[in-house]
Every structure is written in C-alpha cells, then in structure tokens.
Antibody, heavy 118, light 108 residues
Framework: QVQLVQSGAEVKKPGASVKVSCKASGYTFTSYDINWVRQATGQGLEWMGWMNPNSGNTGYAQKFQGRVTMTRNTSISTAYMELSSLRSEDTAVYYC???????????WGQGTLVTVSS | SYVLTQPPSVSVAPGQTARITCGGNNIGSKSVHWYQQKPGQAPVLVVYDDSDRPSGIPERFSGSNSGNTATLTISRVEAGDEADYYCQVWDSSSDPWVFGGGTKLTVL
C-alpha cells in the first residue's frame, strides 16, 4: 500500500533552517510529484511547492521563494523540504503529499511539527 | 492569484444533508478537489475532479461544480463526518495549487 512517512518533530531557533524528509513506499517514487503543504495551529492548508522526483524540477509558492528548497534521493525514495531563515510564524505542521500536474493529492504523510522558538 | 472562498462553518443534524460551498471566479471551468481533515490527522481526499470519489469513500459524499460555485454534498450525515473540509483547485498561474480557507462541519 502507498505510504508517505515523514521525519519527526523539530524545534528550531529563529534564523535557523529545518529539513523535513518524506519517505515513499508502495509505488514508483519517480512517477508522481511530491507536494509540500503546511498548516499552522488552527489555520488552513497552505501549499508551499512541488517537486518532480524524476527530473528534480521544482516549483515554489511565491511566498516561500528564496527560503525553501525541495530535493530528493531516488535511491531511497525520499523527498526533502528545507526551509531557511525560520521565524516564529513558520511554526506549523508540514505535510508531504503525492500528486501530479493538476492531479489531486491522493496520499499524504502523517505530518511533521516544526516549532520555531527562542 | 486565484482565491477560493468557503464558509467558516456549517452545522447539520445527523441524517440530514450538508452542503459546503467553495466560491471562485469561473470555478466551473476548473477541476475541484475536496479534502476532509479530522483533528490531529492529515487531510484525506474525498472528492476529486468535481464529483468523483476515491476508492473507499462512501457514496454519501458527492460534488458538483458550475459557474462560480462548487459544492460538496454529504448525505445522511453521521457524527463521524464532523471535520474540516477544504476545496482545492489547480490554477495555471504563479501559485498553481490553491486551497480554500476551510469549513468546519459540526454535526449537531
């Protein structure tokens, strides 16, 4: 069965960076995009960007341009999302989700809580 | 960028029908996807491409899309349907994936 398993919770100081991983199983990793979505406590879903694991091509939401980097390691079917220059407003649960160009997000990771606090 | 507008909350009694709307400029020309999110859990796709249901989603969940409004309809509402619901579209603009603000469904 398709699974996306994310890395554990992180606590970071303002100005630091965080790297969240998303390990895929149960399907061909390079056949579907990986999207990243975040959700602050009590707030809605916010799309951050996508990555094509086959080509490595990426597309980032304007809000995160220059601060986010999405990469992958195809040998271990794992996608990564790194967010830099963290501030308190980045405290949120970060999700990876499988999708494709204009295709819905049919499988989601369990989420990774990132807390930014001094 | 494209904006999707959802009512913050909808309330319905068990056994009744809940309708959750998602408004957007000419949204009828786009494919709308709907997600259910229960507290502490990841979102789950419940309707895609306006009105299709993924495997395992009850037939009670249905969708429609026309003009400037898409609608998620939940028939014979159960207590277990209480959750936040989000609509989503793909828009070929600078930020292609857009989510609505979410609607909290309360089962009275």
């Amino acid at each position: 069965q398709v699974q996306l398993v994310q890395s554990g919770a992180e606590v970071k100081k303002p100005g630091a960076s965080v790297k969240v991983s998303c390990k895929a199983s149960g399907y061909t990793f390079t056949s579907y995009d990986i999207n990243w979505v975040r959700q602050a406590t009590g707030q809605g879903l916010e799309w951050m960007g996508w990555m094509n694991p086959n080509s490595g091509n990426t597309g980032y939401a304007q809000k995160f341009q220059g601060r986010v980097t999405m990469t992958r390691n195809t040998s271990i079917s794992t996608a990564y999302m790194e967010l830099s220059s963290l501030r308190s407003e980045d405290t949120a649960v970060y999700y990876c989700a499988r999708g494709g160009t204009a295709a819905p997000f049919d499988y989601w990771g369990q989420g990774t809580l990132v807390t930014v606090s001094s | 960028s494209y904006v999707l507008t959802q009512p913050p909350s909808v309330s319905v009694a068990p056994g009744q029908t809940a309708r959750i709307t998602c408004g957007g400029n000419n949204i009828g020309s786009k494919s709308v996807h709907w997600y259910q999110q229960k507290p502490g859990q990841a979102p789950v796709l419940v309707v895609y491409d306006d009105s299709d249901r993924p495997s395992g989603i009850p037939e009670r969940f249905s969708g429609s899309n026309s003009g400037n409004t898409a609608t998620l309809t939940i028939s014979r509402v159960e207590a277990g349907d209480e959750a936040d619901y989000y609509c989503q579209v793909w828009d070929s603009s600078s930020d292609p994936w857009v989510f609505g603000g979410g609607t909290k469904l309360t089962v009275l």
